[in-house]
């Protein structure tokens, strides 16, 4: 026989040479034993996992968490104390919605010493086939690789399978986006409308609807023509909800002094805004935004988008979101020669890296045109030599 025991739970294999591990789970809702092997080539490296192992499982309690404690037993506790005290509200309600509606139906009773690579992938594989986008399901890879790393920091899991499972890919998504001329005719079109101002604010500064929806008039300075982008407020299952910045970088500050038009369109909401105060008082506008209705209460974001879908199919232009008029700012400031690093400044990215992944189909333009120089050049030096 090749294996020989070495040691209580591991044996050591002369042909193969590598040493056996058995790590014992117990016993599972039936009575069954539960045990895994794993192969190490070092025996030093075997008895320091060995050990490991069975100390974790003499110490394993984390909130009353068991042997037999469920994929699903441990995401909520993970999402309770974990993730709710530190993420935004928006955050845990996409988590939550991934969980209740496809993590537990699928693999929720799957206890959390069983889960496995194979099954995570098959996983995958079944969101696919009900229609999820490669997108949807790399969220629901990020959200369990969250999890289980939680549970090997906590000394709940050695190991976290999902390391083994090939994510979906990410697909880039088409964006649609208009020209100057274009952008000139919704600006004419919308004047006059209670959202002009949301439209010119995505159109002239490639505001996101959170920086809009959330702009404040303490972060709007008409005297210096500068706004600060430093709130947001976005849907959460319906609910508008108010929330810092989408990431450091994204606070910044925005000229609109050279802007004429969506300057004087601003002095006259502010002016509107202080005559119905003395109108009414702090009943009016009581969390001082920006965008808000006759009666002074703020949009809400879905129906800021939904309205602007709205018009854009009632006059009958090409078809546009909301956030494709923060893609059109970005395509009238390439086509300007605008350098990349101050484009990306003013959409308030992290870094050009981001700014280049999102519009490389907008910068590819810049380089066919430069191709096109530089052929022409050749071309013209071609022809010289040849009259020559």
Known sequence: MARKTVSRNIAYDE????????????TDASGHRVKRT?????????QTALRQFEQQRRRLTVAHITMEVTL???LHYWLEKIVKPNREKSTIYG?????????????????????????IQR??????????????????HTLLHTALNTAVRQKVLMENCIDSVVPPQVTEPKHYFYDAQQLH????LSEGHPLELAVKLAGYLGLRRSEICGLKW??????????FICAARTAVGGVAVDKGPKTASSERHLSIGAIPDLHCLLERRWQEHCRQRELLGEAYNPGNYV??????????????????????????????????LRHSFASVANSQRIPLFDIGKALGHSNTATTSRIYTHLFDDTHRDMLSQVAGAIANDYEEYQGA
């Open 123 to 140: 996983y995958y594989t079944r969101m696919l086939d009900k229609g999820l986008s490669l997108n949807s399901i790399r969220k629901h």
């Open 291 to 324: 965008l808000v209705t006759a009666e002074g209460v703020p949009y809400q974001p879905d129906y800021v988008s939904g309205w602007f879908s709205r018009f854009i199919r009632r006059h009958r232009l090409p078809p546009l979101t909301l956030h494709g």
């Open 185 to 188: 005719q919704l600006f004419r």
């Open 95 to 119: 988590y939550e919605n991934i969980i209740r509606n496809h993590v537990v139906p699928e693999i929720g009773s799957t206890p959390l010493y069983c889960l496995e690579a194979v099954e």
């Open 15 to 26: 042909v193969k040479r590598c040493y056996y591990v058995t790590f014992h789970y117990g």
């Open 218 to 227: 303490s972060a709007v300075d008409l005297e210096r023509g500068v706004i």
């Open 72 to 74: 699903e037993e441990w």
């Open 38 to 46: 794993r192969t190490y080539h070092d025996l030093g490296v075997a």
